[in-house]
């Protein structure tokens, strides 16, 4: 039994190795792969009660050459650790500025478009100039662009989080608070900044009917929503029971699998004009 025991130990050590030297690996491949386009991006729709599309949200995918598909889950948080996530959030911005331009902007109803923000972005030294360049350079609609970010982003350094904000408000351009309910959320927060949309996380959507306290949380945060006079959305909507509660309780906005999965821009073009 010892003998087995120290075996297993130094199987989880080799694990916690590999482990360590992927996460290595992505970092250093986050740049060769921004030189070699490996990353695309992908649009969810968000849409009302009647499932018609009101906006789409911009989510990065990577297919690296070496290291297969991968997931942002997995690259994002080590794009933070490791200094890389300015770098593929200009190039977020500028790709999705520039699909605007081409596409979005020019729909008979123009719709909005959200991209993730990192909470590192916030504390960027003029970052909200950098992002009016890209919309000069496109010739963007400020006031289509939403920018999604996380509690804990503005958490880290209210100073620095207020003043982008305040920038980017004053650009003409919407803020989404993402993730609600999950992180160490102050609700103070949302009378302090500027916040156009909160999103329920899918955690909230996915619980909707299992007990009646998981449904009351649901209804308390579109109630408080109301109140605040603050848009709701809901994300991972997947089955017609949760996207009828949502809709009775007056949850406008909704995205999930659903309605639409993450979807290339031409695959998203040729799914606006099926469901049109
Ligand atoms: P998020 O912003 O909360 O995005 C929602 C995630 O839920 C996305 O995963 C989306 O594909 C997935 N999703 C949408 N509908 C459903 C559904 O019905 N069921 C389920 N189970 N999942 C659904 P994804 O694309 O893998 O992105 C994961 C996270 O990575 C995002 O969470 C966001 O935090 C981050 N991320 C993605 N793109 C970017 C980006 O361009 N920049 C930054 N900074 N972060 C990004
Ligand atoms: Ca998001
Ligand atoms: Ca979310
Ligand atoms: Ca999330």
């Given at each position: 039994?010892?003998?087995?025991?120290?075996?297993?130990?130094?199987?989880?050590?080799?694990?916690?190795?590999?482990?360590?030297?992927?996460?290595?690996?992505?970092?250093?491949?986050?740049?060769?792969?921004?030189?070699?386009?490996?990353?695309?991006?992908?649009?969810?729709?968000?849409?009302?009660?009647?499932?018609?599309?009101?906006?789409?949200?911009?989510?990065?995918?990577?297919?690296?050459?070496?290291?297969?598909?991968?997931?942002?889950?997995?690259?994002?948080?080590?794009?933070?650790?490791?200094?890389?996530?300015?770098?593929?959030?200009?190039?977020?911005?500028?790709?999705?500025?520039?699909?605007?331009?081409?596409?979005?902007?020019?729909?008979?109803?123009?719709?909005?478009?959200?991209?993730?923000?990192?909470?590192?972005?916030?504390?960027?030294?003029?970052?909200?100039?950098?992002?009016?360049?890209?919309?000069?350079?496109?010739?963007?609609?400020?006031?289509?662009?939403?920018?999604?970010?996380?509690?804990?982003?503005?958490?880290?350094?209210?100073?620095?989080?207020?003043?982008?904000?305040?920038?980017?408000?004053?650009?003409?351009?919407?803020?989404?608070?993402?993730?609600?309910?999950?992180?160490?959320?102050?609700?103070?927060?949302?009378?302090?900044?500027?916040?156009?949309?909160?999103?329920?996380?899918?955690?909230?959507?996915?619980?909707?009917?299992?007990?009646?306290?998981?449904?009351?949380?649901?209804?308390?945060?579109?109630?408080?929503?109301?109140?605040?006079?603050?848009?709701?959305?809901?994300?991972?909507v997947e089955t017609q029971a949760q996207r009828s509660f949502l809709?009775?309780?007056?949850?406008?906005?909704?995205?999930?699998?659903?309605?639409?999965?993450?979807?290339?821009?031409?695959?998203?073009?040729?799914?606006?004009?099926?469901?049109?």
């Amino acid at each position: 039994a010892k003998k087995e025991g120290k075996s297993r130990y130094c199987f989880f050590q080799e694990n916690m190795l590999i482990e360590h030297q992927r996460k290595i690996d992505i970092a250093n491949a986050i740049e060769p792969a921004l030189e070699r386009n490996e990353f695309y991006i992908c649009y969810q729709p968000k849409v009302n009660g009647d499932g018609h599309p009101r906006g789409v949200e911009a989510l990065i995918r990577w297919e690296s050459s070496v290291l297969g598909m991968v997931p942002p889950s997995d690259f994002i948080p080590i794009a933070e650790r490791s200094g890389k996530i300015s770098m593929l959030t200009d190039w977020v911005v500028e790709t999705v500025c520039r699909d605007v331009a081409d596409y979005f902007q020019h729909l008979p109803e123009p719709i909005l478009v959200s991209l993730n923000l990192s909470a590192y972005d916030l504390k960027r030294y003029q970052f909200s100039d950098f992002i009016r360049s890209v919309f000069n350079k496109y010739e963007v609609r400020p006031d289509l662009i939403e920018f999604e970010v996380t509690e804990h982003a503005y958490l880290d350094n209210l100073d620095m989080a207020s003043r982008f904000f305040n920038d980017i408000s004053e650009l003409g351009c919407r803020v989404a608070l993402d993730d609600f309910g999950t992180g160490y959320s102050s609700l103070s927060y949302l009378t302090r900044i500027p916040i156009d949309l909160i999103k329920i996380d899918k955690q909230f959507v996915e619980n909707i009917g299992l007990t009646a306290r998981d449904d009351a949380l649901v209804l308390t945060i579109i109630e408080m929503a109301k109140r605040l006079g603050i848009e709701l959305c809901a994300e991972g909507v997947e089955t017609q029971a949760q996207r009828s509660f949502l809709k009775i309780h007056g949850c406008n906005l909704m995205q999930g699998y659903l309605f639409a999965r993450p979807l290339p821009l031409e695959a998203l073009k040729a799914h606006f004009s099926d469901v049109a």
